[in-house]
């Protein structure tokens, strides 16, 4: 079957770091999204990982490991501007569609 | 700028009426996508389109019809509108370069209540 998991909901403190982990099955891997949605908006697109290792991108970064079904998003310096959910998604091969995780809200505090 | 409209952005329409929710791209994307996003559901995909003439069914498509007649328009119709219905609903597109990892561009969302 394909499933993605992913953290409903974390807190984190305005200035530290935080790490939101997804884990995937699916039949066929062709790439990782993370995506940002604030309430009431649009999902954005965060960062995209096809190759295993790190994609750094200002104060976010993302991990994937192919062999492990699991990926990470890592945030920095966080601001209360990164209150929000952020979502994971992965493609399967031969497919333009993406499969979505439920979503992690990300409670920021001062 | 290119991007992608959603209209209308909010709509209150009564049970067992025909509601079309429109989304126009100009990125010329090959690919687009409806998805609607409830609480505790996350996003799931109705329908979906990899060019014209070309229409698919996502994991959530009873009710729910598209057509695909140009590039740029993939109209969403509720064929009798029903309060499951009720959803806030979005429009997205990619195009097929795997250089860009097929990324997905998502509409501002059009908000249904059926009522």
């Known amino acids: 079957g394909q499933n993605i998991d992913q953290p409903t909901e974390m807190t984190a403190t305005e200035g530290a770091i935080v790490q939101i982990n997804c884990t995937y099955q699916?039949?066929?891997?062709?790439?990782l999204f993370w995506y940002q949605q604030h309430a009431g908006e649009a999902p954005t697109f965060l960062s995209y990982?096809?190759l295993d290792g790190l994609e750094e991108k200002g104060r976010f970064s993302s991990f994937l490991s192919r062999s492990k079904g699991y990926s990470y998003l890592l945030l920095k310096e966080l601001q209360m501007k990164d209150s929000a959910s952020y979502l994971c998604?992965?493609?399967?091969?031969?497919?333009?569609?993406?499969?979505w995780g439920a979503g992690t809200k990300l409670i920021i505090k001062p | 700028d290119a991007e992608i409209t959603q209209s209308p952005r909010h709509k209150i329409t009564e049970t067992g009426r025909q509601v079309t929710l429109a989304c126009h791209q100009t990125?010329?994307?090959?690919?687009m996508f409806w998805y609607r996003q409830d609480l505790g559901h996350g996003l799931r995909l109705i329908h979906y389109?990899?060019?014209?003439?070309?229409?698919n069914k996502g994991e959530v498509s009873d009710g729910y019809s598209v057509s695909r007649s140009n590039t740029e328009d993939l109209p969403l119709t509720l064929e009798s509108a029903a309060s499951s219905q009720t959803s806030v609903y979005f429009c997205?597109?990619?195009?097929?370069?795997?250089?860009?990892?097929?990324?997905?561009?998502f509409g501002e969302g059009s908000w249904l209540t059926v009522v």
């Open positions: 990125w010329n994307h090959n690919n």
């Open positions: 998604a992965v493609r399967a091969w031969g497919n333009y569609q993406l499969i």
């Open positions: 990982n096809v």
């Open positions: 997205a597109s990619s195009d097929q370069a795997a250089t860009s990892g097929n990324t997905i561009y």
């Open positions: 389109s990899y060019g014209v003439q070309d229409t």
């Open positions: 699916t039949s066929g891997f062709n790439g």
